[in-house]
């Protein structure tokens, strides 16, 4: 007899919470990961503290030309490509605490069971339905072109970078063939145009089902409003058939005999992975993923992500009818932005995963930054000076300089006991503006308000510490009887509030918050108690409680790391980078500037490698570069790279 805690239970929130599957060919950079999966896991952190019952799954989305090709570019097989890069994945987010139930990957066998099922479940319900395409092939590689492998102008605005399948300008949807001047990422060659049979979804078909429970979904759950809007504006276009099926080798194999040798496209594919992980987690997974009535769906993903997750699956499950659980809540981030540019996987611009570790800098510093520059209702960007402001700011003069504070006059003043508390107007006002603070806590993050969850924490200290600064205790401490039990009173309120606010923060960073109770030898009830008071106050570290052994600063212990991590925050200003336009034909005049740019750039690199600088900010530069010397190419005339195999991903 097996007693699964981890499936969904009789008079639970039972939460099920995906982050949209990274693509393994490449090192995640921090907005792709505060865009998902650090979102999500705050999240599922928030919803455990809650006594929910949380399932947390993701994993690598494995399948797809871009694999093929990375496989090509390092002369490994696709399985190896992924092997290694799964392995990066889960590195990455291990160290940024990431608590994922499960951490899978899309080429397993249960994928292909779970993706065939549904493929002949809408096939025979007739939501299938069969054409002829005309697809871009590209002699030079002897392939047909996958729309992240062509490049042109997009038909509807102009912008001469549009992909295959979607403009970044404008956003909307393209057919690869209507790209004007397209031309072949790999080789820089043009295209021909050749025809081949493909299966579509009938999303015409199922419209009307799927507006009927989008108007449920929206209305009920928690659906963030670019979500909403994306989402409006694919149904006013009206929906199209849309292509499963593509002519690739490394995918899920297309079942149906006539088209033996295709495989889904992976929009069809990767969302299916959610399903296909769980079931390697659990062989219950149907409890989880069949069961719309007791389990509420979670998706977290970028804001690209959106229609895939909120029109094209729901309609393949619709279709499918198989009383799949489908999205109750679409949690979209907007864009964090590099300074004042964009984060490039390609052009090596930004922080990734990897160079974040190597900096010195505690993950629990990173994830404090990212979740208070979190891209939440608006575009927001990462900057390295901003970050060491509100690393000073907030974290230590605010944050940590309360805590710290509040144990230490325990520790210093009443030999580490909970001295007894005797409240008067001014302390019952001040915990009055904790329960505020608590209450708009929970209710922006039942509502996955991270962002602005935080800044309620900040304030709870920034309160705190007012309060300490007005009632002075290091001073009433000296004084007579009553002064003594006034910092008495104000010391043990403090230390109660500090206990509150390392729950609070758990969520955000953990392994802080677990310091802090540690030190203050909090009951682990504390916790749940805290939260589950409706929103007011709970003492828990009653008089007489002793804490623990603190003797120095409180938190000092998390900190000190990064004083001897010496991170170098005098990043230089990112280089211009070139606008990314395939550039034909050479251009002295720009040849002869970015000749100068690249011999400066040189030199730069090559002062700091001689002052043996941090590795983080030598990559950046040698980053600048390469882009430099591929946009020389460029203006030279000579074909570029389109992507230089070792960047960004390079310790
Ligand atoms: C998935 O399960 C299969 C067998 O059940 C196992 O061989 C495989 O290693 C699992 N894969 C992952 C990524 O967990
Ligand atoms: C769908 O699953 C729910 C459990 O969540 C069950 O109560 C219901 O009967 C199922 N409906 C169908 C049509 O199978
Ligand atoms: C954060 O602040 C501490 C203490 O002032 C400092 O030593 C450290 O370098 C700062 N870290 C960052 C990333 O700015
Ligand atoms: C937090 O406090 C600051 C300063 O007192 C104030 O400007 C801000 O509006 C407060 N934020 C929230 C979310 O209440």
Request: with cysteine; net charge positive.
């Amino acid at each position: 007899f097996y007693f699964y805690l981890d499936l969904p239970q009789e008079g639970r929130r039972n939460l099920l919470l995906t982050s949209a599957l990274p693509y393994v060919n490449n090192v995640p950079h921090l907005g792709n990961i505060i865009g998902c999966v650090l979102s999500a896991d705050v999240f599922a952190r928030y919803g455990r503290l809650r006594g929910w019952n949380v399932l947390y799954v993701c994993g690598t989305d494995e399948y797809g030309t871009a694999t093929e090709n990375k496989a090509r570019e390092e002369g490994l097989t696709p399985q190896q490509i992924c092997d290694k890069y799964h392995a990066v994945h889960a590195e990455i987010y291990s160290w940024f605490q990431v608590d994922f139930d499960f951490f899978g990957r899309t080429t397993t066998p249960k994928q292909t069971e779970i993706a065939q099922d549904i493929f002949w479940r809408l096939h025979e319900r007739g939501f299938l339905l069969e054409d002829t395409v005309e697809q871009l092939r590209c002699e030079g590689c002897r392939r047909f072109l996958a729309d992240r492998f062509v490049e042109g102008g997009c038909p509807h605005c102009s912008y001469p970078e549009a992909r295959g399948d979607q403009c970044d300008k404008c956003g909307k949807l393209i057919n690869a063939v209507e790209l004007k001047n397209p031309l072949c990422k790999v080789c820089s060659k043009t295209p021909i145009i050749q025809s081949s049979k493909h299966l579509f979804l009938d999303l015409p078909k199922l419209e009307s089902q799927l507006e009927q429970w989008l108007d449920k979904s929206t209305a009920a759950g928690d659906w963030t409003p670019n979500a909403k809007q994306i989402t409006r504006s694919w149904l006013r276009d009206g929906l199209k058939p849309r292509c499963i099926t593509r002519d690739l080798k490394w995918g899920t194999p297309v079942p149906h005999p006539d088209f033996k040798d295709k495989v889904f496209y992976v929009w069809f594919d990767a969302p299916i992975g959610y399903l296909s992980i769980t079931a390697n987690y659990t062989d219950q997974w149907e409890k989880w993923w069949k069961n719309p009535e007791q389990v509420e769906l979670y998706n977290f993903m970028a804001k690209d992500n959106v229609p895939f997750h909120s029109v094209v699956f729901p309609s393949s499950l619709l279709g499918a009818q198989d009383n799949y659980t489908l999205v109750n809540h679409l949690v979209a981030t907007e864009y964090l932005n590099y300074e004042d540019t964009k984060f490039s996987k390609s052009r090596g611009v930004g922080v990734f995963g990897d160079m974040a570790k190597d900096t010195g800098v505690p993950s629990d510093v990173w994830r404090f930054y990212l979740l208070y520059v979190r891209p939440e209702g608006q575009d927001s960007a990462f900057s390295w000076a901003d970050m060491a402001l509100k690393n000073n700011s907030e974290l230590l003069n605010n944050l940590g300089n309360f805590i710290n504070r509040a144990g230490m006059f325990v520790t210093k003043f009443f030999e580490g006991c909970v001295p007894a508390m005797e409240l008067l107007a001014e302390d019952k006002t001040l915990l009055a503006q904790v329960g505020w603070e608590l209450r708009q806590y929970i209710s922006l993050m039942d509502k996955v308000k991270i962002r602005d969850g935080l800044k309620h924490i900040l304030n709870i200290s920034r309160h705190g510490n007012q309060y300490i600064q007005i009632n002075e205790p290091w001073k009433k401490i000296k004084g007579g009887d009553q002064d003594r039990q006034r910092a008495g009173t104000v010391t043990g309120v403090s230390v109660n509030i500090a206990c509150l606010l390392s729950v609070l923060l758990q969520p955000y960073i953990p392994t802080t918050s677990r310091t802090i109770r540690e030190q203050l030898n909090a009951p682990a009830a504390c916790v749940s108690t805290m939260l589950h008071a409706g929103g007011s106050f709970v003492c828990s570290l009653p008089a007489g409680h002793a804490i623990g052994t603190v003797s120095t600063a409180l938190i000092a212990f998390v900190f000190k790391r990064l004083a001897g991590g010496q991170v170098k925050v005098k990043v230089a200003a990112p280089v211009a980078v070139n606008d990314g336009a395939v550039v034909s034909g050479a251009d002295p005049e720009r040849a002869k500037q970015l000749m100068q740019a690249v011999a400066e750039q040189g030199d730069k690199v090559r002062v700091l490698k001689g002052q043996k600088a941090e590795k983080a900010a030598i990559t950046l530069e040698v980053n600048k570069l390469l882009d430099l010397k591929k946009q020389l190419a460029l203006a030279e005339g000579k074909s570029a790279e389109p992507t230089a195999p070792q960047k960004g991903k390079k310790k």
